[in-house]
């Protein structure tokens, strides 16, 4: 896997991720503390109701709740750095190990941006603070969002230099060039 805190970096200054975002998600760490079972209960009810993602958490569903918890509460620990980026690449790595389909990870964070809509409404009393705090969170979830459809990318290049004996910069040369 080649993917750098330099690439995250990259990511944070193109979503314009700073300061202001840290403390921000950092307020809303109450809020989220209350809302956050909720909103994990509710995100795997929607994985049960698919074949696929149902025969993915059946016998594990207490212990993924848990990771899940986990995961939503260092969204609003403040720090984002070299830490925070590969603890996001084993995620990702995860989600590529069992072959969840990319597609149900972009899917399933839809919920998770309309439940935190709705926790900081509710946890949130005035009105004119909860557009920054909403779009922090947006940031970190899409963040998190662009880290783990990298790990995707990624092991699929490692994929194709194992299995043809290519480098991977050969691989990316010759993916270079099919775009021209």
Do not use: C
Request: proline fraction near 3%; charge should be negative; avoid cysteine.
């Amino acid at each position: 896997m080649s993917a750098t805190i330099e690439q995250f970096e990259e990511m944070k200054g193109f979503l314009s991720f700073g300061e202001a975002d840290a403390a921000n998600l950092q307020r809303l760490a109450p809020v989220f503390a209350t809302h956050g079972a909720k909103i994990t209960d509710d995100f795997y009810a929607i994985l049960a109701r698919y074949p696929t993602t149902a025969a993915l958490i059946e016998t594990r569903l207490e212990s993924l709740k848990a990771t899940h918890n986990r995961w939503m509460s260092q969204l609003f620990e403040g720090s984002y750095g070299a830490e925070y980026f590969e603890n996001r690449i084993r995620i990702g790595l995860a989600h590529v190990r069992i072959g969840l389909p990319p597609w149900y990870v972009e899917a399933v964070m839809n919920l998770i941006r309309i439940e935190g809509h709705l926790a900081i409404v509710e946890g949130v009393p005035d009105a004119d603070e909860r557009a920054p705090l909403y779009a922090s969170l947006l940031k970190i979830l899409d963040l998190d969002l662009m880290i783990i459809n990298l790990t995707y990318s990624e092991e699929r290049l490692d994929r194709v230099t194992s299995f043809t004996g290519m480098s991977r910069k050969l691989i990316e040369n010759v993916i270079n060039q099919a775009k021209n």
